[in-house]
């Protein structure tokens, strides 16, 4: 069992940046794949970012690309998103996932309880 709790949301402007973590209590945090998600009002989960054990592949959705870089650091047991350049259409509750095994865009065992992001002038 893999418990995961993601932090860092909050209210930010147009074009403002915001760091999210997901710390997670994985005996062994190497061994998971992690990955970002978010689901704004009415709309279904959507895949933002993932990246390996190892922290050497990363992928990104169109939507997040060239703005949003997913990083982590195994000796925290720790995922991070930092989100520049932040549109109101970013606007939605972030989820931090965890799989064992290789990254994904899709299929996850572990999920956060989730921190809203809101985008608003």
């Known amino acids: 069992q893999v418990q995961l709790v993601e932090s860092g949301g909050g209210l930010v402007r147009p074009g403002g940046s915001l760091r999210l973590s997901c710390a997670a209590s994985?005996?062994?945090?190497?061994?998971?794949?992690m990955g970002w998600f978010r689901q704004a009002p009415g709309k279904e989960r959507e895949f933002v970012a993932t990246?390996?054990?190892?922290?050497?592949?990363?992928g990104y959705a169109d939507s997040a690309k060239g703005r949003f870089t997913i990083s982590r650091d195994n000796a925290k047991n720790t995922v991070y998103l930092q989100m520049n350049s932040l549109k109101p259409d970013d606007t939605a509750v972030y989820y931090c996932?965890?799989?064992?095994?290789?990254?994904?865009?899709?299929?996850?065992?572990?999920w956060g309880r989730g921190t809203q992001v809101t985008v608003s002038s």
């Open positions: 996932a965890a799989r064992a095994g290789v990254t994904s865009r899709a299929a996850y065992d572990f």
């Open positions: 994985a005996r062994t945090f190497s061994n998971y794949a």
């Open positions: 990246i390996s054990g190892g922290g050497g592949y990363t």
